[in-house]
């Protein structure tokens, strides 16, 4: 993973301690278009389960990212796709 990733790793780490967090960079699909970045990382889709989701809808739940990944969006990231979920949540998606 690169060095873009990482940083988004590390700053979801210390803002919602998530149970889950799954960084994919899909940079690869987007080449040639507007935002894309030779060498890719800048657009990502990212999977986070954490509690600190309790009790708050969607655009609530990604305006804490949207905080937590501020500086890395008005620079390096162009795009990302979020599936943001509590415990309860990730843990019903799964098959029994």
């Not at 739940?61 to 990944?69: E, F, K, V």
């Not at 943001?84 to 019903?92: K, Q, R």
């Given at each position: 993973?690169?060095?873009?990733a990482?940083?988004?790793?590390s700053?979801?780490d210390?803002a919602?301690?998530?149970q889950?967090l799954d960084?994919?960079?899909d940079s690869?699909?987007h080449?040639g ?9 800048s657009h ?6 954490s ?6 809808n969607?655009?609530a739940?990604?305006?804490l990212?949207?905080?937590a990944?501020a500086e890395d ?12 979920l509590t ?10």
């Amino acid at each position: 993973m690169g060095t873009v990733a990482d940083r988004l790793r590390s700053k979801l780490d210390q803002a919602l301690a998530p149970q889950q967090l799954d960084i994919h960079d899909d940079s690869a699909k987007h080449s040639g278009h507007e935002g894309a970045r030779e060498g890719g990382e800048s657009h990502f889709s990212l999977l986070i389960v954490s509690e600190r989701f309790e009790g708050l809808n969607r655009v609530a739940r990604q305006r804490l990212i949207n905080t937590a990944l501020a500086e890395d969006l008005a620079g390096q990231v162009h795009a990302l796709s979020l599936q943001t979920l509590t415990p309860a949540e990730y843990a019903a998606q799964k098959p029994h």
